[in-house]
């Protein structure tokens, strides 16, 4: 439900205009939307790398910055920020796999272009490799890099001046950046629908995994059912528990709440007895829950973190935690309530004459 490929929206093709940074902002600001980006042209962003073994591999590059979920949920704490003659990479793990490069080693870059004259140009330059993305977050074949790096990619391959890489060449006129297309996350699946409505509302038709979502959506209806069921059934054998061990427990001591009685206790504390009792056995239930939660959930975790990825997968909440103790606390008391008040109404006569 929260997986970057399925909560991912991309144009539908692209426009003759293109998307200005100001529209990028604006996808971004929408209250539906976690994290949005311009993409360069395809052919553009395309750079041959070789390895220090020599080899040469052609990949894609995706701009990518603070907040991307493909870096953020897959471990990758540090964004690439390339300046002039450093320039930094995060690769996929298909990238990874076919470079035979991984963190801390450099690839050398190759560009090319024609000028207006007609003269070939061909620019080098080191990128060295920040993070490896694992082998879940995409599939793509690509390098993630600052939007400014991929820019400036695009504009020498336009025949401009780009300062990032020292080259000369013609004037930008551009005062604002314009993309081809874009990459927008939403927040959860509830926000596809307006976003997506958004978009068409702004003249933007988008690709979404609907059938994919669709799916989701079933299975956690399905899931959710289940583990309702289960919780019901669990809570009412709970209860039935309880309420037949403070029974029991109230039958076997009946002489000595009647003596209590007799010594001058109230109904009032013979009433809290049984009470008193079964809040220190759901207390300590509870507990010793927790506690056997946090042992097993951290091997859980362990085991899916070395499987390949940076997320926990068995988490509890702080708020859940406060409403599963006082949700226990609540039962064990109404399991009580009944034989407590039976307890409360022990003659002590009838205890005088058993004796």
Same mark, same amino acid.
């Given at each position: ?117 007609? /003269? ?8 060295? $490799?920040?993070? @490896? #993305? ?6 793509? *074949? %690509? ?65 979404? /995994? ?8 079933? $299975?956690?209806? @399905? #899931? ?6 289960? *919780? %019901? ?123």
């Amino acid at each position: 439900m929260q997986d970057p490929s399925v909560l991912v929206m991309i144009p539908n093709g692209s426009r003759a205009s293109g998307f200005t940074g100001g529209f990028i902002e604006a996808i971004n600001e929408r209250a539906e939307c976690e994290y949005a980006i311009g993409r360069t042209r395809d052919v553009a962003s395309e750079v041959q790398l070789t390895n220090e073994k020599g080899r040469k591999f052609t990949i894609s590059l995706e701009s990518t910055s603070e907040g991307d979920p493909i870096l953020a949920r897959n471990g990758v704490r540090e964004v690439p920020v390339s300046v002039a003659g450093s320039f930094r990479m995060v690769l996929t793990h298909e990238a990874f796999r076919q470079l035979e490069a991984g963190r801390g080693n450099t690839l050398t870059a190759s560009l090319g272009r024609r000028t207006a004259s007609g /003269r070939l140009e061909r620019l080098q330059f080191k990128i060295e $490799i920040t993070a @490896v #993305l694992p082998p879940q977050a995409t599939h793509m *074949t %690509a390098g993630f890099v600052d939007p400014d790096f991929l820019m400036a990619i695009q504009n020498y391959r336009d025949g401009f001046a780009v300062k990032l890489f020292d080259a000369g060449g013609d004037e930008n006129p551009e005062t604002e950046p314009y993309y081809e297309s874009f990459r927008a996350y939403v927040k959860d699946l509830d926000s596809v629908e307006p976003m997506e409505r958004w978009f068409r509302d702004n003249g933007v038709e988008v690709k979404t /995994r609907s059938r994919d979502i669709a799916n989701i959506r079933h $299975i956690d209806k @399905v #899931l959710s059912t289940i583990i309702l069921v289960i *919780t %019901a059934t669990s809570c009412t054998g709970f209860f039935a528990f309880m309420f037949s061990t403070v029974h029991a427990n109230v039958r076997r001591k009946w002489k000595m709440l009647g003596m209590l009685r007799l010594l001058g206790y109230t109904r009032l504390n013979i009433l809290l007895f049984p009470i008193f009792q079964v809040l220190v056995t759901g207390v300590l239930g509870v507990l010793l829950a927790f506690g056997l939660y946090a042992g097993v959930s951290h091997l859980i975790d362990t085991l899916f973190i070395a499987a390949g990825s940076d997320n926990k997968i068995c988490v509890v909440h702080g708020m859940d935690f406060v409403v599963i103790f006082l949700s226990v606390q609540l039962l064990v008391v109404l399991s009580s309530i009944k034989v407590a008040l039976k307890a409360s109404e022990i003659d002590p006569s009838v205890v005088i004459r058993e004796t």
